[in-house]
């Protein structure tokens, strides 16, 4: 058996592996397009889906030796090619994949996609990536077939039981003969911390820990909180909070850079057009790389070249300071804030477009504060003592030196120790080979994490009132699966339900990852709840009967909720699964 | 002598013309490369086996197509500098050596030849190994030799380049490129 992690990320994908308890994990290279014409292999396969205009490429030139005659392209030259025609690239795929505002499964892809342009779904562009890894695998390794594997699949923690279930559903279009397991990604990270230190991490953790894991991706900001708890003598992990999915990372970093420079540019007089600020935002992320690395220059020379064969007369010199890098990057997505500081939002404008649900506070040090103010008890928020760095911003010392800087102020203000730092894990593959860990772990022995599930479940109920004319009833929203329930449980709602057997029905259904006290039949507003897609299914039975049934709620193997509908009567042992309906609503 | 693998006359090759054009000292040792006494053998050299009439072109072509890709090699090299302040010859440079390198770092692995710093002290053995050291200057009699390290060596350990589909052409080390309105 091969224990397999899969990185299923916003802007990059990556696949690691073990056979082993003694060896960590390793990433297998991924054979891509790299040019048209160009295959090659590299450890990260970013999350790209290009679509050529017919005739943009030679035939064949975007062949893959398991497609030869591939007719779009994902991995590098998506990337590469998207950049320059981003109207056929399809982006940020996982990011649609939880975003409930729009039809999930409906061919919406790449976003306001000029007419005649090739479409998929953000379901069918996640299975498109999962399939190259899939073929990848099986290039390499012909005689241990995938699907012979412990397979594991990372979500972010911020996923709800809709997302996690349609990352599934892309895995099996993939081309899974059995769903993977799900994991979440913060935990990923904190399993290949611990595959890195083997037993040592137990001497550098002690019981009451709380470990913050804090990931700043390409695209995406998540923060969970794992506490480190006794059980029979050992030390077991336990993930306590997650926080929401903030769609902010190092892109936007490098954007915000690229602006300021474009800026400074136009001051003297010269002009950028698309393609040299394309250049100018690649040459941002390098420049900012070496400001934010170790010993840093005072500036960073930029150099935008000129799109025409003359590179030295036509191209533009610029600088990139320190203080200025400080002032965009640190002061703008790391401000020192208090501990009571809250993301700011602007007023809501009267008519919102449908793309994606982009924060507007940019400052990742406010959200920060936002997720610890969430639980904690006292002064009003959780004193995490160690910290765990993932994702590509990460790497940098000065942004983790920024982040610790604050959380320390925040904690020996109030009285807490400093927390320390829980080092050693590749900000980039750390996810993959943490999950390729865990897979081993699960059937092999090893720590592990618990958790459950992420976030609490409601169904909402219209309440029995005198109907009002032009006003809707109002809706309670009542718990039916409690945050952290573990894997394998089942949890039922008493109240009956009488349902019309051969007539679809639905219910509305909400998620919190606030509310962590909340058990099964606890009935609140839904004012506090985020709606996530409505469940519905089609009772089949004598028509127009009326069966009385009770709401149940499961937790797969696999880490998915599954809602199911369960005659009341005892000698009636009826079961119809309720299925979520993602074609979004308005 | 034995000699060069093609990867390693390759990067000679391309890498060369750049180190002359910018290191003086390089420079100058390469002029005398010519003047040096060669080194002398113990024992009479096998005949070197005769070199290809045709020597194999695609991977250098990939290779030239890559520095230009991720580097803009081929567009310095073709280009005129004799018109261009340093400063601005300069700061191309920049867009060259970073892509350039990066490109190079994909397909291929450098590792210096010798271990030494430069300017160490460093003795040949009798039959050490001339394709991977060459010795120049004051060469008198049978080794070992005394010297100092003048330059450690390049060696590629390992290269991948991408592979190729069928029907690919490796000449068009890039395309022309149109922007449509």
């Not at chain 1, 390409?218 to 909180?225: E, Y």
């Not at chain 1, 160690?386 to 904690?411: C, E, H, K, Q, Y």
């Not at chain 2, 230009?68 to 310095?76: A, C």
């Not at chain 2, 060259?96 to 300017?119: I, K, N, Q």
Request: aromatic content about 6%.
């Amino acid at each position: 058996m091969i224990a397999i992690g899969i990185d299923l990320g916003t802007t990059n994908c990556a696949l690691s592996f073990t056979d082993s308890a003694s060896e960590p994990p390793r990433p297998l290279p991924i054979p891509q397009v790299l040019a048209p014409g160009e295959v090659g292999p590299r450890p990260l396969m970013p999350s790209f889906l290009y679509f050529p205009a017919p005739g943009q490429f030679a035939p064949g030139s975007l062949a893959l030796s398991w497609v030869p005659g591939a007719r779009d392209v994902v991995g590098t030259f998506a990337r590469s090619q998207g950049a320059t025609t981003p109207g056929r690239l399809v982006s940020s795929a996982k990011s649609w994949l939880s975003h409930a505002g729009v039809d999930r499964s409906g061919e919406i892809l790449p976003w306001e996609a000029p007419e005649g342009v090739p479409r998929v779904s953000p379901l069918e562009a996640s299975a498109r990536y999962l399939a190259h890894l899939r073929a990848a695998w099986e290039q390499a390794h012909p005689d241990d077939a995938l699907d012979d594997q412990e397979v594991v699949l990372t979500v972010p923690a911020s996923f709800d039981a809709v997302a996690r279930e349609l990352t599934q559903q892309a895995a099996m279009l993939a081309g899974f003969e059995e769903p993977p397991r799900l994991l979440e990604e913060p935990q990923a990270a904190l399993y290949d911390w611990v595959a890195q230190r083997g037993d040592a991490w137990r001497d550098e953790v002690s019981v009451g820990d709380v470990i913050l894991v804090v990931d700043i991706g390409g695209g995406t900001t998540d923060f969970s909180l794992i506490a480190v708890r006794e059980e029979d003598g050992t030390l077991e992990l336990e993930r306590v909070a997650v926080g929401d999915h903030i769609l902010l990372g190092g892109d936007n970093m490098d954007l915000a850079l690229a602006y300021t420079v474009r800026a400074q540019l136009e001051a003297d007089g010269k002009s950028l057009d698309d393609w040299q600020m394309r250049a100018l935002t690649h040459g941002c992320r390098a420049a900012k790389e070496t400001l934010l690395g170790e010993d840093p220059p005072e500036q960073c020379p930029l150099v935008v070249p000129s799109r025409g064969r003359r590179l030295i007369g036509g191209s533009l010199r610029a600088e990139l300071s320190r203080a200025t890098l400080n002032a965009v990057l640190l002061d703008g997505f790391f401000p020192e804030v208090a501990v009571d500081a809250r993301p700011q939002t602007p007023r809501r404008v009267g008519l919102t477009t449908l793309g994606l649900p982009y924060p507007s506070d940019a400052a990742i040090t406010r959200h920060l504060a936002a997720f610890l103010g969430r639980g904690g008890d006292g002064d009003g928020f959780v004193r995490p003592t160690a910290v765990l760095f993932n994702g590509g911003v990460t790497r940098s010392p000065l942004v983790r030196d920024r982040i610790m800087g604050i959380l320390t102020a925040w904690l020996t203000e109030h009285g807490a120790p400093a927390p320390t730092v829980l080092s050693g894990t590749d900000a980039e593959l750390a996810v993959s080979r943490g999950a390729a860990y865990y897979a081993w772990a699960r059937r092999e022995g090893g720590v592990r994490i618990r958790g459950g599930t992420a976030q609490s479940y409601y169904v909402g109920i219209e309440r029995s009132e005198l109907a009002v004319p032009g006003i809707p009833p109002r809706v309670d929203a009542v718990c039916i699966a409690p945050f952290g329930m573990e894997e394998g449980s089942e949890v039922q709602l008493n109240q009956v339900f009488g349902l019309v057997l051969g007539e679809p029905v639905s219910f509305r259904f909400f998620g919190s990852s606030t509310r962590q006290d909340d058990d099964v039949g606890t009935t609140t507003t839904v004012a506090p709840l985020t709606e996530l897609a409505p469940i519905e299914t089609t009772l089949d039975g004598t028509e127009g009967q009326i069966v009385e049934v009770r709401l149940h709620a499961r937790v797969t193997e696999v880490g998915t909720l599954e809602l199911s509908a369960v005659a009341a009567q005892p000698d009636d042992d009826q079961r119809w699964k309720l299925s979520f309906d993602v074609r979004g609503q308005d | 002598m034995e000699p060069l693998g093609f990867g390693a006359r390759l990067w000679l090759a391309l890498v060369l013309p750049f180190r002359v054009l910018f290191d003086g000292q390089l420079a100058a040792r390469i002029d005398g490369v010519d003047d040096a006494p060669p080194a002398l053998p113990p024992e009479p050299e096998p005949e070197p086996e005769p070199i290809e009439a045709e020597p194999e072109t695609t991977s250098a072509l990939q290779l030239l197509t890559l520095f230009q890709r991720e580097g803009r090699f081929v567009d310095f090299l073709q280009e005129d500098v004799s018109g261009f302040s340093d400063a601005d010859i300069g700061a191309a440079a920049r867009v060259v050596h970073e892509g350039c390198t990066r490109a190079l770092r994909d397909v291929l692995t450098l590792a210096p030849v010798r271990s030494e710093d430069e300017g160490a002290a460093v003795e040949l053995a009798a039959g050490y190994d001339a394709s991977r050291t060459r010795a120049t200057g004051n060469l008198v009699g049978e080794p070992p030799f005394r010297g100092t390290l003048a330059h450690h060596g390049w060696e590629v350990t390992k290269i991948s380049l991408p592979t190729l589909v069928e029907g690919h052409d490796p000449s068009i080390v890039a395309p022309a490129e149109v922007e449509i309105q």
